[in-house]
């Protein structure tokens, strides 16, 4: 086989196989049907003379030659990325440095984290796109991220190579409006017995952590919103609609920002975010600024 003969297009399906473990998952990932993945793989492993996969259960396995294969796919996708910014940049004066911030990540926090990239020594062009947890480690892995802030760790899978640095851990607690907190901050946490909250969704990690805290003191408030988006929740809180969850270190910035006060605090409660990268020899150097920037917030600077 000629290397004009390879299919590059076959190459990403492949690598979306290996990424999701089986074709239905890597259909949906890539918005495609499960018979157009299956019949293209077919013809990458007829075009390759090996099979790249082995049935395990409902998941697929890669053979030796599947591992051979992703391993050079890789490379290939971080050339091809490689490329595309080289050519991008040439039209810049500034390096991109593209970072994905989950929904769940405070806003403010996110500003704190990533304005010390603008400043200098570096001069980079900031690019910030907002997304899911798993769409953004897709992206990271196919390079076209540098870097993702999340409200959770990378999982643990060999075939996803990335490194989570934990950039900052904080307490939490309520805040509200002033009516809300002329109500409620006399009697905490008796008085969220029957008070308004606006909690993040169930599929954030502090959700769990809320919904134990609750359970423990055997609080039953009025939940009356639930939000994937932190900068919505609060939104609406500050429209004195409910108790939100928010840093205790921040705030100064809530009351300037949500006009909003502290109700009581979640004792036991936290909030970890992290910085999540590729495990590349050489990495951005903006990745080494967002990782202090996160450390002076641990520190409480």
């Keep these: 086989m000629r290397p004009d ?5 076959h190459l990403l399906y492949f690598w979306a196989v290996a990424k999701e473990g089986s074709i239905t998952r890597a259909a949906e990932r890539l918005g495609l049907s499960v018979q157009t993945i299956s019949t293209q793989l077919g013809q990458l492993e007829r075009q390759l003379g090996q099979a790249l996969f082995a049935p395990q ?27 595309r910014q080289a050519l991008s940049e040439g039209t810049h004066t500034r390096p991109r440095f593209a970072v994905g911030v989950t929904d769940a990540v405070p806003k403010l926090f996110a500003f704190r984290l990533l304005e010390s990239v603008l400043r200098p020594p570096l001069a980079v062009r900031l690019e910030c796109i907002e997304g899911e947890f798993e769409h953004l480690l897709g992206e990271l892995a196919l390079n076209r991220l540098d870097l993702v802030v999340a409200d959770r760790s990378a999982p643990q899978r060999a075939n996803l190579k990335l490194h989570s640095h934990l950039l900052c851990n904080v307490g939490i607690s309520l805040f509200g ?17 029957a008070a308004p909250l606006l909690l993040p969704a169930r599929s ?15 609080l039953r408030p009025d939940i009356v919103g639930e939000f994937t988006d932190s900068a919505l929740l609060k939104t609406f809180g500050r429209a ?10 921040m705030r100064e910035d809530i009351a300037a920002q949500f006009g909003a006060v502290p109700v009581g605090p979640l004792q036991g ?8 990268a590729t495990q590349r020899r050489v990495q951005h150097p903006a990745i080494a600024i967002v990782q202090a920037a996160g450390g002076k917030q641990l520190a409480g600077d």
């Design 5 to 9: 003969d390879l299919n590059y297009r």
């Design 57 to 83: 259960g409902r998941s697929l396995k890669l053979t030796e030659a599947g591992r051979t294969a992703l391993a050079h796919a890789e490379q290939i996708f971080q050339i091809g990325e490689r490329l």
């Design 177 to 193: 409006s002033t009516e809300l907190h002329k109500r409620c901050a006399g009697n905490f946490p008796h008085s969220l017995a």
């Design 204 to 218: 954030n990690p502090l959700r769990g952590a809320i919904d134990a805290w609750l359970e423990t003191h055997e």
């Design 240 to 249: 004195g609609l409910g108790l939100f969850p928010a840093p205790a270190s």
């Design 269 to 276: 409660v936290s909030e970890s975010w992290y910085a999540i």
